[in-house]
């Protein structure tokens, strides 16, 4: 089945205990993405990557890393979390020159919560 | 830059009534649009695009939507609501001449269909 899969569904961390939110999809995309979804601000784009080991700063990159070492894999890292990153996090990936027939396929989303 | 807006927070609207979700965007080429949905403890589902073509296109669930480029509106659109189509709803757009953020999404509108 085709899907972008993201672990882990729910995480609930202290304040400066460095995390990592793993995204993996299956399609051979090169495109993928990270957006965090907060209540009355919809969707912003964290970092993208177009392919391996290009990526590049979204809306929102402050106090969030990322790598794009293998094609099928972008994980999300915090180096220090703070409590303003709890959020629902989505990774997305699209192969590039169709994004235009098929938009994006996400995950099912991560439940983050600072403390 | 390309932008979208949701100018609804959320839209009621009873069993068996029509609905209208709507969307209007900014870019600076021809756009693509996108409508996703999002049921809840779920990631974004496709829900339909325009790219080119006929004004009017149709999508998954009987959900349609119709692009008026006068009014750069990209309403969502069903003829009989039904209260499974509770969800929020994501409009998102695309700008072919920038490569870079690829989807940028509306801030989401909240449907409830009451029974």
């Known amino acids: 089945e085709a899907q972008v899969t993201q672990n882990p569904r729910y995480l609930i961390t202290v304040t400066g205990k460095k995390l990592t939110v793993t995204c993996s999809q299956n399609m051979n995309h090169e495109y993928m993405s990270w957006y965090r979804q907060d209540p009355g601000l919809g969707l912003r784009q964290i970092y993208y990557?177009?392919?391996?080991?290009?990526?590049d700063k979204g809306d929102v990159p402050e106090g969030y890393k990322v790598s794009r070492k293998e094609k099928r894999n972008f994980p999300l890292i915090l180096e220090s979390p703070s409590p303003n990153q709890t959020s629902l996090y989505f990774c997305?990936?699209?192969?590039?020159?169709?994004?235009?027939?098929?938009?994006?396929?996400f995950g099912s989303g991560t439940r983050l919560t600072v403390v | 830059a390309q932008s979208v807006a949701q100018p609804e927070d959320q839209v009621n609207v009873a069993e068996g009534n029509p609905l209208t979700v709507k969307c209007t965007y900014s870019v600076s080429g021809n756009p693509y649009l996108f409508w996703y949905v999002q049921y809840p403890n779920r990631g974004l589902q496709f829900l339909l695009k325009?790219?080119?073509?006929?004004?009017l296109v149709k999508g998954s669930y009987g959900f349609e939507a119709e692009f008026n480029k006068s009014q750069t509106s990209f309403h969502l659109k069903k003829p009989s609501a039904l209260v499974s189509d509770s969800a929020l709803y994501f409009c998102a757009v695309r700008d072919p001449n920038n490569a870079g953020t690829m989807l940028t999404f509306g801030g989401g509108t909240r449907l409830l269909v009451k029974p």
């Open positions: 997305a990936s699209s192969r590039w020159l169709t994004v235009g027939n098929y938009g994006y396929t």
């Open positions: 325009y790219i080119t073509g006929d004004n």
């Open positions: 990557s177009m392919n391996v080991e290009v990526t």
